[in-house]
T-cell receptor, first 115, second 112 residues
Framework: KQEVTQIPAALSVPEGENLVLNCSFT??????LQWFRQDPGKGLTSLLL?????REQTSGRLNASLDKSSGRSTLYIAASQPGDSATYLC??????????????FGRGTQLTVWP | DGGITQSPKYLFRKEGQNVTLSCEQN?????MYWYRQDPGQGLRLIYY???????QKGDIAEGYSVSREKKESFPLTVTSAQKNPTAFYLC???????????FGQGTRLTVV
């Protein structure tokens, strides 16, 4: 069974800091890994999708890396802003069996960026 | 605009009642999913469907039922057999199994 772990569970930083969120997974046979953002009481917003053949993806101030063989991904946020405050979730899709593309989620990192 | 619409946003259920959560997508996606989110826990898969008239149980399907009569619709029924239904429910879709997932805005269900 795929287990996804996110560290840290919570993070509080001053505005302007660069920060790294970590995600690890136990089964490296993945199609892809996706990072999401969730604001309180809201649905998930897709931030970045990394295919298993890729090493990293970038979108604006966000950069996600993937080391499939070691079962790790990091989300790097540059020059953090108060508007970045949210819960960040990573999820993987397995490349095996009849899982039909289901996502396996970590519990998330709750980020607070204070002015 | 293309997207996934979940309704209602808030739902209250009395003991012994069945309720149905709506999920509609106009993205022309084949695969659809229902997840449950509880505080302090990761999202857990309830049901998923790859094509019309076919669906599979996820990790916590007991007390829930679904249908997939149309490609764009995947309603979830929370039955009276679900003893602890209070949670946030999220619907998602993909073009196919190895592509990007998109989510709706969720339905918060509360037992009263």
């Amino acid at each position: 069974k795929q287990e996804v772990t996110q560290i840290p569970a919570a993070l509080s930083v001053p505005e302007g800091e660069n920060l790294v969120l970590n995600c690890s997974f136990t089964d490296s046979a993945i199609y892809n890994l996706q990072w999401f953002r969730q604001d309180p009481g809201k649905g998930l917003t897709s931030l970045l999708l990394i295919q298993s053949s890729q090493r990293e993806q970038t979108s604006g101030r966000l950069n996600a890396s993937l080391d499939k063989s070691s079962g790790r991904s990091t989300l790097y946020i540059a020059a953090s802003q108060p508007g970045d405050s949210a819960t960040y979730l990573c999820a993987v899709t397995l490349d095996r069996g009849s899982t039909l593309g289901r996502l396996y989620f970590g519990r998330g990192t709750q980020l607070t960026v204070w002015p | 605009d293309g997207g996934i619409t979940q309704s209602p946003k808030y739902l209250f259920r009395k003991e012994g009642q069945n309720v149905t959560l709506s999920c509609e997508q106009n993205l022309n996606h084949d695969a659809m999913y229902w997840y449950r989110q509880d505080p302090g826990q990761g999202l857990r898969l309830i049901y998923y469907s790859q094509i019309v008239n076919d669906f599979q149980k996820g990790d916590i399907a007991e007390g829930y039922s679904v249908s997939r009569e149309k490609k764009e619709s995947f309603p979830l029924t929370v039955t009276s057999a679900q003893k602890n239904p209070t949670a946030f429910y999220l619907c998602a879709s993909k073009v196919e199994r190895n592509t990007e997932a998109f989510f709706g805005q969720g339905t918060r269900l509360t037992v009263v």
